[in-house]
T-cell receptor, first 114, second 114 residues
Framework: DTGVSQDPRHKITKRGQNVTFRCDPISEHNRLYWYRQTLGQGPEFLTYFQNEAQLEKSRLLSDRFSAERPKGSFSTLEIQRTEQGDSAMYLC????????????FGPGTRLTVT | AQSVTQLGSHVSVSEGALVLLRCNYSSSVPPYLFWYVQYPNQGLQLLLKYTSAATLVKGINGFEAEFKKSETSFHLTKPSAHMSDAAEYFCAVNLSGGYQKVTFGIGTKLQVIP
């Protein structure tokens, strides 16, 4: 098991463009999470999936953001019409069932919107 | 509702000195508590977790933390700082009972002075 992977690691885009990020969780984990982390802050929860079902979305996830996990394995996070305020590190994590189980984080995708 | 407060966004210690990073939590039900470490441009790595078993929890790299319900605290300590401990540390809380929305503190950046 190679852990949680994310692709790409870095993305530079112009304002108004759409971007899509991918996350591959640890294979036996059925829970997957997306977080956003800006400079000087801790990760902020965006959304979470149990298998293919998206069970919760943060108010931070505006209509321009959409996340999918179509087969309960990898997930994608798409941002439409990017804005400079979207510049951040986007972190993906996965865990097995149970609140006590820690979340395993990927290396993140750093998005820069110019 | 749940939250964590990390006191001190920056902490400096001399190599070999005691490391103490403070975390206080707020939770309406018994919490699960975590400490994560983040090195530059990397994801978060779990140091240790409290899940209502022993109140003194030992983690990796010589770190430990003690859950004190009366003080609603979960401070992270290490007897002797090493240069490789320089990183950012995040305290996080998750409600017990399987609810998976983890809330992170803003982080404490640890500097180790040779």
């Amino acid at each position: 098991d190679t852990g949680v992977s994310q692709d790409p690691r870095h993305k530079i885009t112009k304002r108004g463009q759409n971007v899509t990020f991918r996350c591959d969780p640890i294979s036996e984990h059925n829970r997957l999470y997306w977080y956003r982390q800006t400079l000087g802050q801790g990760p902020e929860f965006l959304t979470y999936f149990q298998n293919e079902a998206q069970l919760e979305k943060s108010r931070l996830l505006s209509d321009r953001f959409s996340a999918e996990r179509p087969k309960g394995s990898f997930s994608t996070l798409e941002i439409q019409r990017t804005e400079q305020g979207d510049s951040a590190m986007y972190l993906c994590a996965s865990s097995s069932d149970g609140g006590k189980d820690e979340q395993y984080f990927g290396p993140g995708t750093r998005l820069t919107v110019t | 509702a749940q939250s964590v407060t990390q006191l001190g966004s920056h902490v400096s210690v001399s190599e070999g000195a005691l490391v103490l990073l403070r975390c206080n939590y707020s939770s309406s039900v018994p919490p699960y508590l975590f400490w994560y470490v983040q090195y530059p441009n990397q994801g978060l790595q779990l140091l240790l977790k409290y899940t209502s078993a022993a109140t003194l929890v030992k983690g990796i790299n010589g770190f430990e933390a003690e859950f004190k319900k009366s003080e609603t605290s979960f401070h992270l300590t290490k007897p002797s700082a090493h240069m490789s401990d320089a990183a950012e540390y995040f305290c996080a809380v998750n409600l017990s009972g399987g609810y998976q929305k983890v809330t992170f503190g803003i982080g404490t950046k640890l500097q180790v002075i040779p």
